[in-house]
């Protein structure tokens, strides 16, 4: 069974740069699409990127394209968000998800949807400040 620990979260200055590790101690990490979405106080979650289980596929919520890349390291268990030219609207909880991807294609249309996704972090707050 996934379990999931978001890390690596924290306070940054705006154009700053961090990156989120998500951590899994299961067995079956490989088999999952994972996901990264955020929510800030008074907004809906909302998507940010995702990779599918092998990386054959990743996928960016406009507002982050060209400034925030997904990649995993399934030997490791691991999947990072590296976030790169930070600013206040980045102000979030970020979470990560994992979705078992039977196909191991799993399409942007589902992988953006949160309720794709079975299991779920506790989330690791981003602070960007002006």
């Known amino acids: 069974q996934v379990q999931l620990v978001e890390s690596g979260g924290g306070l940054v200055q705006a154009g700053g740069s961090l990156r989120l590790s998500c951590a899994d101690s299961?067995?079956?990490?490989?088999?999952?699409?994972i996901g990264w979405f955020r929510q800030a106080p008074g907004k809906e979650r909302e998507f940010v990127a995702a990779?599918?289980?092998?990386?054959?596929?990743?996928y960016y919520a406009d507002s982050v394209k060209g400034r925030f890349t997904i990649s995993r390291d399934n030997a490791k268990n691991m999947v990072y968000l590296q976030m790169n030219s930070l600013n206040p609207e980045d102000t979030a909880v970020y979470y990560c998800?994992?979705?078992?991807?039977?196909?191991?294609?799993?399409?942007?249309?589902?992988?953006?949807?949160?309720?794709?996704?079975?299991?779920w972090g506790q989330g690791t707050q981003v602070t960007v400040s002006s």
């Open positions: 990779v599918t289980r092998s990386a054959s596929s990743t």
């Open positions: 299961g067995r079956t990490f490989r088999l999952y699409a």
């Open positions: 998800a994992a979705d078992l991807d039977f196909s191991g294609s799993l399409r942007y249309a589902q992988a953006s949807r949160p309720d794709e996704y079975d299991y």
